[in-house]
């Protein structure tokens, strides 16, 4: 099985290529605003090193969010684009998902749950619950947005494992919860762990065709409304 990862709709732009079991290949960078124009070179490098052909490939797989919209709609596009040069299916996961399999593969030891918090901007956050079950990743509870003290309410144990930049962008939140900076283990979701959610995916049939994919805005406000400010 060999999947090509994008990531797009963080702050950072990422690109990985998966085989079988294993992350072949990675390139990550903090790209804010930049993701449409490096993440196809991205991968095109990426293949080249790999000596891979679109033809080679499984299928494509891609974080659909949440995250920024104007990100989103560029990378969902971008492996779209691709997936049907190639004739291939789409597999799309949480961007969630991916920033708590990060942490999961970070940690040492054998934590159950993760708490990702990221910032949506307009006063606000992503919140997400996790749990590491038999080496499978699910949510506790859906992916939703809110105000950042809903993350408190949210938190499933005193030690669950952190993730996500919201905890930065509102440093009280995190004083509130007797955490320090250095216990946040990822801020940003990599397409490494795109591949890692999406393989497991693949080999259980749960894959679209590209005209079907999504993106996964969980809010439907773009922008600040005339008066409004972070």
């Not at 790209?31 to 991205?42: F, G």
């Not at 307009?122 to 996790?130: A, D, H, I, K, N």
């Not at 283990?185 to 049939?205: K, S, Y």
């Amino acid at each position: 099985m060999r999947l090509l990862a994008l990531e797009g709709g963080s702050l950072a732009a990422s690109v990985a290529l998966w085989d079988d079991e294993r992350l072949i290949d990675e390139c990550f960078e903090l790209a804010p605003r930049r993701q449409a124009d490096i993440l196809l070179p991205m991968a095109h490098d990426l293949l080249a090193r790999a000596r891979w052909a679109l033809s080679d490939l499984d299928a494509l797989a891609v974080a659909r969010g949440p995250g920024a919209f104007t990100g989103l709609r560029a990378v969902l596009g971008m492996a779209q684009g691709l997936a049907f040069a190639g004739g291939l299916p789409v597999i799309g996961v949480s961007s969630l998902a991916c920033l708590a399999a990060g942490a999961f593969r970070l940690a040492a030891g054998t934590a159950e749950y993760c708490q990702v918090v990221q910032d949506a901007r307009m006063r606000e956050v992503y919140l997400g619950v996790y749990r590491r079950h038999d080496g499978v990743i699910a949510p506790v509870v859906p992916d939703r947005v809110g105000a950042p003290d809903q993350a408190l309410a949210a938190a499933p144990s005193a030690d669950c494992l952190l993730a996500g930049d919201g905890w930065d962008a509102y440093p009280a939140l995190l004083a509130r919860t007797g955490r320090q900076p250095a216990d946040i283990l990822i801020d940003q979701p990599r397409a490494g762990d795109v591949a890692r959610l999406a393989a497991v995916e693949f080999r259980a049939g749960r894959w679209v065709d590209a005209a079907e994919l999504e993106p996964a805005y969980v809010r439907d406000q773009v922008a600040f409304k005339p008066g409004q400010r972070r």
